[in-house]
């Protein structure tokens, strides 16, 4: 019985060391672990202060960055509500030095060499989303069709102009119209910009508007209208005026070929008995007058046509005009125009050239608003126009532009040559 109360005490104790061995091991091994993980937490908060320090650096490397390259973004579009009165503002300008020579036969004058400049300054200022104002100031004088200052006159002052003054509204509601009512400019189109009816220079003076309309994905129509007051006199109701209607329809094929029809009608309002148009001394511009007055009324038919390519890398565009005057009363009613155009000026050292021949009858058109250029200005002529142009820089062009022409039913000849060279903003 003693035997086995010690035996059984011995196995009590032996068990009671054997369990404070396991826990003391249990101990040490959980407190190498904490040491570990303390270790591994210093680490990464060593690496997180390092990505700190390193990312504060990209940061201030970012901020120089952008602040080198702010001045050339392209800022953010405004409304034109929050628009500062100077941003909604667009000033531009240009300016032409032409030297000239004139050979005319049978007008009893000697040759003629002349320097002449033309300047001018136009403004556009944004009125909201839908109004605009536009005023253009020129060099020049009372005539229409011509901007230039001929270099004369013992160095006197030379005379400044309203070219232009005008308003333009375009409704949000109705996509591709425009409305224009002031001194504008030509708001017809034109094929490859001939003047056959219409000088260049030429500003109207009433109120007009255009419509564009997408046909699908390539073709487009345009109708324009006005209405414009030539002359107007306090005592007397015989108002002249001009009433235009063009339409027409362009089909861009691809990027690189299209065509384009269109036709046009003016009516000359009491014209016909006017003493003049207030231009030049009373000139009729080779238009059949009696007495002093016009002797025939003006309602002009005008169809044209314009087709541009590229034929052999370059561009090419190829137009026609052709005008009657439905009203005359006279012989010689009609006018036409051919013409093209190689290659186009736009970047430096590029150049440009072009053709155009035209016989313009003496009533096919009002010679006081037609090409100033063309056998002196006017009508009754015939003859050749070629012209180059060479980009020199961005904004800088020189041009040479000779007429080979006939005028006059006697055959005249008459040449002119003009050198310019012309500068823009």
Sequence with gaps: MTSKLLGTIGIALLLGMLSSVTCADEISELKRQVLEQNAKLKALEERLEKYEARQQDDDQVLAQQASRLSPLMVPTAKSPDDLNWYDRIKLSGDFRYRYETIEAEGDGKPDRHRNRFRARIALKAKVDDQWDLG??????SEDPVSANQTMTGSFSSKGFWVDRAYLNYHPEAIRGLNVWAGKIG??????????????????????????????GETAEVFVTGGGFIVTESSSSDADMSIWGMQGGLKNQFDTENS?????????????????????????????SSNNGVFINDYDLVELFAEFTTKSMLLPLSLFGNHVTNIAADTEGDTGWLVGCRVNKTDAPGSWEFGYNYRELQKDAVVGTFSEASFIGGGTNGRGSCFGVKYQVAKNVQAALDYFLDKRQDADNKYRRLQANMALKF
């Design 135 to 140: 005023f253009r100031f020129a060099s020049g």
């Design 186 to 215: 030509n708001p017809f189109y034109k094929a490859g910009k001939n003047q056959l009816l219409w000088d260049d220079s030429l500003s109207l003076e009433g109120v007009a508007a255009r419509h564009k309309i997408s046909l």
């Design 259 to 287: 065509v384009l029809v269109g036709m046009s009608y003016y009516n000359y309002g009491n014209i016909k008995g006017a003493a003049d148009l207030d231009v030049k001394n009373s000139s009729f511009f080779g238009n």
